[in-house]
């Protein structure tokens, strides 16, 4: 969940774009097609271009091409591709898009789409040159945010590259779209072609990027030796810089809600928050947040913190820390995750405050572990929440988004032999920094190309922002926890069958989660898509109440009212189909958070008088909050 709707950057490009040629016609249009391409993919990947075969090489197109660039590497997280090095110009991908890749010597274009595509290209490329040679004091227009600049348009030479660039991608996009095969393969081939078009833009070769050049010639050359400084920068940390990370501390000016650590295992640590009212409801709220990353998205700073907003509203907030794993837990399980972690947090939270019942709340995947955790402890005889709050969260794992393209049987396979329990060692680690670089390059452009061209070319350091630094600061996981959750919810969608899977010991069924329940989705979420968040109204039993957000998986969830930003969408009627209940939906302005609060308030009790201090005689404070695991850095 990295990332990824942090800047909320839309772009407006002629979308970047795949390759797919048609087997039979590709050489056809090879010659007409080669000139352009080169000019308009520069540096070291003029001569592969050149070369591409739009139709011929080895008897199959693009084989040799993407022979070297897209090889098969130990593939990253979910079975996505991998991501370039900071700085790098393609990367590798993941076996499933080597194999897409590869795959396209058997697909074809159908010769009549192809023909028209062709004389499409040939006429939009002669009126771009047309325009270059004959007004050159004209640009072409160039409707991308990457060639916004006066330099781009100002300079002929720039703004033809732009120009044959941005056609160039529309017109393979357009290939993709055509080529003859099952869906899935289709989008496949566009993903990953498109990661490679997006490396290829003209604005990420300094050769190539006027804005650049003209600094480096301002500066005296100062740029680039910045540029290069953060490069080094760069490759030491072991990232990307998507921000100043030097302005920000946890504990300091991020996670800063007071509060006290008041118990700690091998998994994770259980904050208590200091009560900011006199008065505070009888239940009390448990927050679980996603272990892929740290708890602290939900408390940023004061003015986006939901966890100080919620104590704000006269709930007793208790939160889950994950410890960042190391190889001392590296063979934990998923059902470790639910009975030492989240169930362990339900009846901490239940023992500390003396409520039977308790308000809980799951963002991302720690809505998953807790919906399972709840299900089982139904299962056990045990009612402990009285009120289940999903923040755009997955409990049918049908439609899964852009997520689901690469993700197969060989895939998953790959991950359980690597790291899971059929591993030689039982279990290891999957690294953060996977993590992160795969949810980065679901947005390449805005999440990588973006601070290559300012960190790099230009040597400027990025602005802070603590969005962005809560971004790069990964976790690490279990492998046989990572593996089970792959193959169990996203490759065969296990979870949402009633008794299809055994969880701590018992059948998993969501069905018998029986508490009102508050789901929530972004409606513009790649991650989480808003369908799939919207599937959990199908499998929950109890009152259920739905709402859609605008934005994406971060910002649309993190919209604190004061902002007086965005809108969501309301509806008392839960059809089946989530498009239905859109088009009946009525859009309200502002935060979603307001609507929540007075949710939560109403299945929450009586008030009574808020603590004195945090814990127990049981369970008294450890240290403060925000406690030492999620300082530990992967």
């Known amino acids: ?29 090879a010659a007409p097609f080669s000139a352009p391409f080169a000019a308009a993919f520069p540096g070291p990947f003029q001569a592969a271009f050149n070369a591409m075969p739009f139709g011929a090489s080895a008897g199959a197109p693009f084989g040799g091409f993407f022979s070297a660039p897209f090889s098969a590497s ?8 991998g991501a370039p090095a900071a700085g790098a110009g393609a990367g590798s991908l993941a076996v499933p898009i080597g194999e ?18 062709q004389a499409d290209y040939l006429q939009e490329a002669a009126r771009i040159w047309n325009t270059a040679v004959s007004q050159p004091g004209q640009s072409p227009a160039l409707p991308d945010r990457r060639f916004a600049a006066a330099d781009w348009s100002g300079t002929p030479g720039a703004a033809y590259t732009a120009a044959m660039y941005l056609l160039n991608a529309r017109t393979l996009m357009k290939l993709a779209d055509k080529v003859e095969a099952d869906e899935k393969t289709r989008q496949r081939i566009r993903f990953a072609v498109q990661q490679w078009v997006d490396a290829c833009a003209p604005s990420n070769f300094l050769a190539f990027n006027p804005e650049a050049l003209r600094k480096a010639l301002e500066t005296g050359g100062d740029s680039i030796n910045r540029g290069l400084q953060h490069l080094l920068q760069d490759l030491k940390q072991g990232h990307l810089s998507q ?47 996603p272990c892929i990353n740290k708890y602290y998205i939900l408390d940023l700073q004061p003015d986006n913190s939901l966890v100080r907003y919620a104590a704000e509203q006269g709930l007793r907030v208790f939160l889950v820390s994950w410890r960042n794993a190391d190889e001392s837990i590296a063979q934990l399980s998923w059902d470790d995750y639910i009975e030492k972690a989240a169930i362990k947090a339900i009846h901490l939270t239940q023992e500390i405050s003396g409520s039977e019942q308790i308000n809980t709340l799951g963002f991302c995947v720690g809505g998953t572990i807790l919906g399972s955790a709840l299900a089982v402890l139904d299962a056990r005889g045990e009612k402990a929440a009285s009120s289940l709050t999903l923040l755009t969260a997955f409990l049918d794992f049908a439609d899964t988004g852009v997520l689901d393209l690469f993700i197969d049987e ?3 396979q790959v991950r359980e032999l690597g790291i899971g329990e059929r591993s030689p060692s039982g279990g290891g680690l ?39 630094y809560w971004n790069s600061d990964s976790t690490n996981l279990p492998g046989p926890m990572y593996c089970w959750y792959l193959r169990n919810a996203y490759l065969e969608n296990k979870l949402s069958q009633p008794g299809a899977l055994t969880v701590c010991g018992v059948p998993l069924d969501f069905g018998r989660i029986d508490a009102p329940a508050f789901i929530y ?72 958070w307001t609507g929540w609060a007075e949710w939560i308030r109403s299945h929450s009790g009586q008030q009574i008088a808020a603590p004195r201090a945090q814990g127990s005689a049981a369970y008294p404070p450890i240290e403060a909050a925000p406690g030492r695991y999620v300082k530990q850095k992967a």
Do not use: C
């Open 243 to 289: 921000t100043d990370e030097s302005v920000f501390e946890v504990g300091r000016n991020v996670a800063t809600t007071e509060g006290s650590v008041v118990f700690e295992n091998e998994l994770f640590q259980l904050i208590e928050y200091k009560p900011l009212t006199e008065q505070v409801y009888e239940r009390p709220l448990l927050i679980v947040p």
């Open 430 to 468: 999957l690294r953060g920094q996977e993590l992160a670089t795969t949810f980065s390059f679901l947005r390449p452009n805005d999440l990588v190309w973006n601070y290559v061209v300012g960190n790099y070319l230009k040597g400027e350091m990025p602005p802070p922002f603590d969005l962005l």
């Open 1 to 29: 969940m990295q990332f990824e709707e942090t800047m909320k950057h839309s772009e407006t490009t002629s979308q970047p774009a795949d390759q797919a040629a048609g087997g039979p016609s590709g050489g056809a249009w």
């Open 100 to 117: 897409a890749i590869a795959a396209l010597g058997q697909l074809k274009v159908p010769l009549p789409e192809l023909a028209e595509m």
């Open 521 to 592: 989705g972004s409606r513009e979420d790649h991650i989480v898509p808003w369908e799939g968040a919207y599937a959990s109204t199908r499998l929950l039993k109890g009152e259920r109440r739905f709402v859609l957000g605008a934005s994406g998986h971060i910002a649309g969830v993190i919209n604190h009212p004061a902002k007086k930003k965005r809108s969501h969408w309301v509806g008392d009627h839960l059809p089946t189909d989530p498009k239905e209940w859109l088009a009946g939906a009525t859009e309200q302005p502002g935060s979603w």
């Open 410 to 412: 060989a895939a998953v």
């Open 74 to 81: 130990s593939g990253p997280p979910f079975g996505l591709p």
